[in-house]
C-alpha cells in the first residue's frame, strides 16, 4: 500500500521557519522524483519545489528561492521541505507528491499538512 504522509506544519509568526517531512512507503521511493505542491483558499495548486530522484538536482517556484530548501534522504525514504522567512502568503496545504516518469509513469499523492503564517 502507497502512503505519502506529510508532517510538520503547523502556525508559525512571519519571520519563522518550519520543516515539513513526507514519509513514504510501499514504493521504491529512490526512483521517484518528488516535489512540494501547496494549495491556498480559493486558489489552484501550484508547484514549490521539486528534487529529482537522487538529490541531485532542484528546482523552485520563483516566489520561495532563497527561503525553502527542499532535499531527500533515500535511505528513510523521507523528503523535507525547509522553510525559512515565512510570510502570509505561504500560509497554505503543503502536498508531497512522488513521480516516475517513463513508460511506468505513475505518481502519487500525500494528504497534505496545513501551513498558517500569521501573528
Known amino acids: 500500500q502507497v502512503q505519502l504522509v506529510e508532517s510538520g506544519g503547523g502556525l508559525v509568526q512571519p519571520g519563522g521557519s518550519l520543516r515539513l517531512s513526507c514519509a513514504a512507503s510501499?514504493?521504491?521511493?529512490?526512483?521517484?522524483?518528488m516535489s512540494w505542491y501547496r494549495q491556498a483558499p480559493g486558489k489552484e495548486r501550484e508547484l514549490v519545489a521539486a528534487?529529482?530522484?537522487?538529490?541531485?538536482?532542484?528546482n523552485y517556484a520563483d516566489s520561495v528561492k532563497g527561503r525553502f530548501t527542499i532535499s531527500r534522504d533515500n535511505a528513510k525514504n523521507t523528503v523535507y521541505l525547509q522553510m525559512n522567512s515565512l510570510k502570509p502568503e505561504d500560509t497554505a496545504v503543503y502536498y508531497c507528491?512522488?513521480?516516475?516518469?517513463?513508460?511506468?509513469?505513475?505518481?502519487?499523492w500525500g494528504q497534505g499538512t496545513q501551513v498558517t503564517v500569521s501573528s
Open positions: 507528491h512522488a513521480r516516475r516518469s517513463g513508460i511506468w509513469y505513475s505518481d502519487y
Open positions: 510501499g514504493f521504491t521511493f529512490s526512483t521517484y522524483a
Open positions: 528534487i529529482t530522484s537522487t538529490g541531485g538536482s532542484t
